[in-house]
Structures are given as structure tokens and as C-alpha cells.
């Protein structure tokens, strides 16, 4: 009999159980172990070399927080590059705004794609739209070949383990800076305050050297470590923690966590947070 409960250990010392009431998917692909259970609390969960990614439950507050800020805040985002996010979230939120025309999702691991298909209908709606183009490859090597394409670009990584370390680091930063058009939008998933404040600071750090502008921002996720998850927004045309996001209220009422007000205390950090940004 399989163990009926999952345990992500997210430090060595702490982590998240679960009750499983099924294991649905378990399979090594050629980057990572990925796996689906279903659990009585959180739905179906989809899982990464034993981390959480995405669960039926609480999966609209990421993909809500990574998409939004940048798209109702940039006057003008055409186009819009998703670097990872194979489960198709991200995509399906980008894929509200209508001024929107090209989606390019870029994904190394082909499995994660087709698992969530699978098993997370919901998630992956918007695959199919005719505005999306998917590709299977390294988006470190994707951003080689399209230099000042897109309006608005979103790094929706694993953790900074193994191959995905290059995803946090500054000849990285710097590709997403060129493949932005000028006045373009990045964000950047960048971890734990709490867990992983130093990382959070180096990528602060490391943007606010390529761009006029960088801050982090954060939204609260139940399945991800400590609860309160980062992102990190840079532009050279405006200050995100000063932007001003559209309001239009036919499409946030669709939503289930942004709001502009959300959009504003977002950016406000406590005292512990902002001592990661002034000593990285």
C-alpha cells in the first residue's frame, strides 16, 4: 500500500503534509520527477521533484499575481513571452486581456505540458487559443533569438535548483531585458521572503542594476513555502510600486485574489523584508 500522505520538505527542517487520496501521476521525465495526486484538501496537485507547483484550490493566486500587475499596468502589452509555466495558468491569465495578440509560452519539459492537459482542464484552457504558440525548449536559449520582441515577459520558474539556478542569474536578467521592447514589463517568480530572503535580495539587487526600476511584490499562497510568495517587477519606464493599474471592473469581477487595491499593498513589505533588499 502507497503512503497516504505527501510531505514536501521545504527547508530541511519544516514542511507541507497532505493527506493523498489517490496518486494519479508518477513518472521521471528527462529534467525532473513529475507527479499528480489527489488530496482531499487542495484537489488535484501537481508536483515537481517533490515540490508544489500548482493545486486545484489556491492556484489562481499565483497565476493572478504574476500576470496581472504587469499587464494593467503597461498602457499597451501586445505581446507577451511566458518563460516556464507548462501548466497553462499563466497563459490562461495573460489570455483575459484582449489588447493582448501574441502569447508565446516556452517550456523545457514537454511532460509537464501534457500532464496538465491531462489532468488539469481548467489550467489549461487557453493553450489552444490562436494568440498562443507553444515551444519546447530552454527559454535561456529562446531569449537569443528575440531581441526586443515582446511588451511583457514572465518568468514563471521552478526553484533555483540544478538547470533552473540559471533562471535567477544576472546573463539571464539581462536576456529578458533585451528581448523586452522599449518601455517593456518583466516579473520574475523570486521565492520566500522568509525562507529565501537573500535570494529575493540578489535578484532585487541584480535588476535594479539592468533596469531604472525594480520591486518586489508579494501575494499569499497557501502551498508555497511560508505561505507569502515573491515576484519581482522591473521596467524602465515606470516605478512599479507607484504604478497606477487600469480599472475596469468588467474584468475584475472575474477575479478571484487582484484587485487594484491588492495591486498597492502588495508592494508594502515589513521590516524584516526590506532589510533583505538593503543587504543582500
Given at each position: ?19 493523498v ?19 482531499p ?23 493572478e ?6 499587464l494593467?499596468?503597461h498602457?499597451?502589452?501586445r ?21 493582448v ?6 517550456e ?17 484552457s ?19 533569438d528575440?531581441k ?69 511584490y508579494?501575494a ?61
Amino acid at each position: 500500500m502507497s503512503d497516504p500522505w505527501f510531505t514536501e520538505k521545504q527547508t530541511p527542517y519544516c514542511g507541507l503534509t497532505m493527506a493523498v487520496a489517490e496518486r494519479l501521476f508518477d513518472q521521471q521525465s528527462a529534467f525532473q520527477r513529475v507527479e499528480v495526486f489527489q488530496t482531499p484538501e487542495y484537489g488535484r496537485v501537481l508536483t515537481l521533484d517533490g515540490c508544489v507547483m500548482v493545486t486545484d484550490r489556491d492556484e489562481f493566486v499565483y497565476h493572478e499575481m504574476i500576470a496581472h500587475p504587469a499587464l494593467l499596468s503597461h498602457p499597451s502589452p501586445r505581446s507577451v513571452l511566458i518563460i516556464g509555466g507548462g501548466d497553462g495558468g499563466s497563459v490562461r491569465e495573460v489570455c483575459r486581456h484582449p489588447e493582448v495578440e501574441r502569447v508565446d509560452l516556452v517550456e523545457i519539459d514537454p511532460m509537464v505540458i501534457d500532464v496538465s492537459r491531462k489532468f488539469f482542464p481548467a489550467l489549461v484552457s487557453k493553450l489552444d487559443d490562436p494568440r498562443v504558440t507553444v515551444t519546447c525548449m530552454d527559454g535561456f536559449e529562446y531569449l537569443n533569438d528575440h531581441k526586443a520582441t515582446y511588451d511583457v515577459i514572465l518568468t514563471d520558474s521552478v526553484d533555483p535548483v540544478g538547470e533552473a539556478a540559471k533562471l535567477f542569474s544576472a546573463s539571464f536578467f539581462e536576456k529578458v531585458r533585451t528581448g523586452l521592447r522599449p518601455g517593456g514589463t518583466a516579473v520574475f517568480q523570486s521565492e520566500s521572503f522568509f525562507y529565501s530572503g537573500e535570494v529575493v535580495g540578489r535578484v532585487g539587487e541584480a535588476l535594479g542594476e539592468m533596469f531604472k526600476h525594480a520591486a518586489p511584490y508579494l501575494a499569499y499562497i497557501p502551498t508555497y513555502p511560508s505561505g507569502v510568495w515573491s515576484f519581482t517587477m522591473a521596467s524602465d519606464r515606470m516605478d512599479p510600486a507607484r504604478a497606477e493599474v487600469l480599472r475596469r471592473p468588467d474584468f475584475l469581477k472575474d477575479l478571484k485574489y487582484f484587485n487594484p487595491e491588492v495591486f498597492r499593498a502588495a508592494f508594502a513589505l515589513p521590516n524584516y523584508m526590506r532589510a533583505y533588499l538593503d543587504h543582500p
